[in-house]
């Protein structure tokens, strides 16, 4: 990619992902009485267009561009935004207290959708209630009511050892689809009227696993009906591929910089799943004798991955690489177990609305197979093969393809978006 168009990209980008909070909070009045899920409204605020676009412009200078004030202004607009919380269910089973965020055009009085985004893998401390607003909501500037949950483990079910049921269906699921009927019961507090309760679903990477866990979720409750679609990028629908894919790094002379998923992953099917393992049985002697596993339960998740470096074989126990037997291990195997468990492709339920898969051929995260093998399972779904190399760039392309932006920014990058590679179910 030659610098002018890098260029181009980064202003494109910057214009579209940075977003600011403002630090005025308005009060909010205590109801009556208290109904359903929605337990209690953390704080709510605004976001002027006008502060996001001077920190935009105060950003993009810092990086040698020059943007007029007056032009970036008008591609925002003012939202207000709620960080609440509700109850949901743990992994025992037990009604908890769970949080997440509501955005929406400032000036708002009724709406006929809202649009549940799933949030991508982030640390604990970067927990949506905790930011007020993170750039994975930026369609709230197309118009729609935003609604994001933090998912168990993070904001206010954050727990003292930082335990998050990382990819796990129905855990996941459940916390999602309650935190929209958490979202609605707040919007009708602020005498919003709901004229029509459709939902669209979305997001990428964890967020497009959580986005289809979503729906089965709903499924389940029979709640589709309200569905109008799933838009699902670079998702990791079968687990146990995901993890040959850290296994594959033994041989692999490139370094994977990102060690740390495999013990995340880990960790959220033995915590979702409530196993009883050791880590022991699950880490590299490496980790146990350096005591490195001590961090899971302490440190945010950035740090583990240059803690653990780039060599997998010093961060798993051997005996994940002995497929199929795992050498015995029934630890390794209760994990295997519960990734296969876990694994959306696995699961009974067949989406009865459309889902539109996006995934890069060259995703270097998550197996494009993943999206290859759901597609051809679920018979509503579309395969739309994103442009952009590799897994983070490919996440820009999906969101600008949400927002209705990648017929602008496609050409300007030299890609056709009119040959697309697009896979129907025959």
Same mark, same amino acid.
Not at 44 to 55: H, P, Q, R
Not at 60 to 83: C, N
Not at 194 to 210: C, K, P, V
Not at 314 to 342: M, S, W, Y
């Given at each position: ?25 308005t009060p909010w009045k205590e109801p009556s009485t208290k /109904? ?64 997440? $965020? ?53 904001? &206010? ?17 459940? !916390?999602? !689809? ?19 309760? #459709? ?34 990028? %670079? ?21 994977? #910089? ?21 880590d022991e049985k699950l880490y590299a002697p490496e980790v146990?004798?350096? %005591? ?15 803690a653990l470096g780039t060599d997998i074989t010093q961060v ?17 195997? !209760? ?11 696995? &699961? ?66 030299? $890609? ?8 129907? /179910?025959?």
């Amino acid at each position: 990619m030659n610098k002018h168009l890098t260029s181009k990209l980064l202003t494109l980008l910057l214009l579209l992902f940075f977003v600011a909070c403002s630090n005025e909070e308005t009060p909010w009045k205590e109801p009556s009485t208290k /109904t359903g899920r929605l337990t209690n409204v953390i704080t709510e605020t605004s976001l002027t267009k006008e502060d996001l676009a001077e920190m935009v412009v105060n950003f993009v200078a810092g990086q040698g561009i020059t943007l007029s004030v007056e032009f970036v202004t008008i591609l925002m607009r003012d939202v207000d935004v709620a960080a609440i919380e509700y109850n949901t269910t743990g992994v025992n089973g037990e009604t908890i207290t769970a949080s997440g $965020i509501i955005a929406m055009p400032q000036g708002t009085t009724s709406y006929d959708h809202l649009v549940s985004i799933q949030h991508g893998t982030l640390n604990m401390e970067e927990a949506p209630s905790k930011q007020l607003f993170y750039y994975e909501m930026l369609p709230v500037i197309c118009g729609h009511v935003i609604v994001m949950a933090d998912y168990l483990g993070y904001g &206010s079910s954050q727990t003292p050892d930082l335990q998050h049921p990382y990819l796990h269906n129905q855990l996941t699921g459940t !916390a999602c !689809a309650d935190m929209i009927e958490a979202a609605r019961e707040y919007l009708q507090q602020k005498s919003l009227t709901e004229t029509d309760d #459709a939902i669209e679903l979305m997001g990428y990477s964890q967020g497009g696993q959580a986005s289809m866990a979503t729906l089965f979720e709903l499924e389940r409750r029979e709640l589709t009906e309200s569905v109008r679609a799933v838009y699902a990028g %670079g998702g990791p629908y079968d687990l146990e591929s995901i993890l040959q894919t850290f296994l594959a790094y033994k041989d692999n002379p490139l370094p994977y #910089a990102r060690t740390g998923y495999a013990p995340y992953l880990i960790r959220g099917m033995v915590y979702g799943e409530q196993l009883e393992v050791s880590d022991e049985k699950l880490y590299a002697p490496e980790v146990i004798e350096q %005591g490195l596993n001590e961090m899971f339960s302490t440190r945010p998740l950035f740090e583990w991955h240059e803690a653990l470096g780039t060599d997998i074989t010093q961060v798993i126990h051997p005996d994940f690489f002995a497929a199929p037997t795992f050498n015995g291990n029934a630890d390794v195997i !209760a994990v295997i177990e519960a990734l296969r468990k876990n694994s959306l492709i696995n &699961s009974s339920i067949q989406p009865q609305v459309p889902v539109y898969l996006y995934h890069s051929p060259q995703d270097d995260f998550v197996p494009y197979d993943n999206a290859v093998n759901a597609h051809n399972l679920w018979s509503s779904s579309t395969l739309t093969d994103l442009s952009m190399p590799g897994h983070v760039l490919g996440g820009i392309e999906f969101m600008l393809r949400y927002m209705g932006l990648w017929e602008l920014v496609g050409p300007m990058l030299g $890609i056709d978006t009119y040959t697309t590679n697009q896979h129907r /179910t025959t």
